[in-house]
């Protein structure tokens, strides 16, 4: 999730909220929209979302 702050910058936040605190991990704060969905892709990657090569395929190949 990508929210605007006051001073005009970006932060992209996880979009569950933490049990314990009641808030959203910080996963960065960019200075432009594109820069916030650009890392978003690469943290949807990395994670297993959206085509993520797990250990499995990989010991397969």
Known sequence: ???KLKDGKCR???R???ERTGKRRNLGTFDTREA???HEQDVQ???GI???VGTA???QS
């Open 36 to 38: 916030a969905a650009k």
């Open 16 to 18: 569950k909220k933490d």
């Open 57 to 59: 395929e990989l010991k």
């Open 1 to 3: 999730m990508i929210r």
């Open 12 to 14: 992209l936040c996880w």
């Open 50 to 52: 959206d085509g993520w």
């Open 45 to 47: 990657y990395s994670s």
